[in-house]
């Protein structure tokens, strides 16, 4: 196995067979990214897709007047540039760090090259971008159908799986920027988890203390995006057991 993908966090690199990494794994670079790095910009070429290792990136649908919803979040689980796995330069979308991470880059042409080589790897690529239709469907799903408490408990539970742990050193800002709200609401939403004892909030960090209880809030729009990655990759990177209180 290539030195370099060894021992990888990444869910699709990590599903690759050894060939397949072999022929990957001279094109990637390592990098940091940091909090708020622009991973791609609206309506502009997108030069690199990142295989993150940590961290988590959002992505936002952009209209032309700058207004921007929230799609769906990346970690370890996935990639970015998803145009350009289907073949297309770019699109009216972002993809921001929203935390601190690292991972891998290859440039986007070289991507495509290799794709149109090697079917195994192409289809593995394409069952991510599968994967993501499904988060994002589910998103638009939470957006018309649960409350605002709802809605935060199921990003907690998708930060909590992307950074493997129930202490999550998030702020306000974070969820107001992903959800799209004014941040006031969402104070008032994470005083209500609170109170009904599902978290422990302070200072940039929410605890998850009754992991149970907020998916409940979820209705069930948080869980089934996780099992079809599971099912179409064949493994989920997601520990979903992480329920225990925090000391």
């Avoid at 907690?156 to 129930?166: G, H, P, Q, Y």
């Avoid at 009754?210 to 869980?223: A, D, E, H, S």
């Amino acid at each position: 196995m290539p030195e370099l993908l060894a021992r990888t966090r990444n869910g699709v690199l990590s599903s690759l067979s050894l060939p397949e990494k072999a022929v990957l794994a001279p094109l990637l670079e390592t990098v940091d990214l940091p909090n708020k790095a622009a991973l791609e910009l609206a309506n502009t070429p997108i030069e690199h897709v990142y295989f993150l290792e940590s961290g988590i990136a959002s992505t936002f649908t952009v209209a032309s007047s700058r207004q921007r919803a929230e799609a769906g979040l990346i970690g370890r689980e996935g990639l970015t540039g998803l145009p350009v796995l289907l073949g297309m330069a770019q699109a009216p979308s972002e993809t921001i760090m929203q935390v601190t991470g690292t991972g891998f880059r290859v440039r986007s042409h070289d991507l495509q090259v290799v794709m149109r080589h090697h079917e195994a790897i192409r289809q593995k690529l394409l069952k991510f971008v599968l994967a993501f239709l499904i988060q994002i469907g589910f998103t638009a799903l939470s957006r018309s159908r649960l409350k605002i408490e709802g809605r935060l408990a199921r990003w907690i539970l998708m930060s909590a799986d992307r950074m493997d742990d129930i202490d999550l050193r998030l702020t306000h800002e974070f969820f107001a920027d992903l959800m799209s709200v004014r941040r006031a609401s969402i104070t008032e939403a994470i005083q209500m988890l609170e109170y009904r004892g599902l978290i422990r909030a302070g200072r940039q960090r929410i605890v998850i203390l009754n992991r149970t209880g907020l998916q409940m809030l979820t209705m069930g729009i948080y869980g089934v995006p996780e099992a079809e990655y599971a099912r179409l990759f064949g493994k989920s990177v997601f520990d979903t057991s992480l329920a225990s209180p925090a000391k």
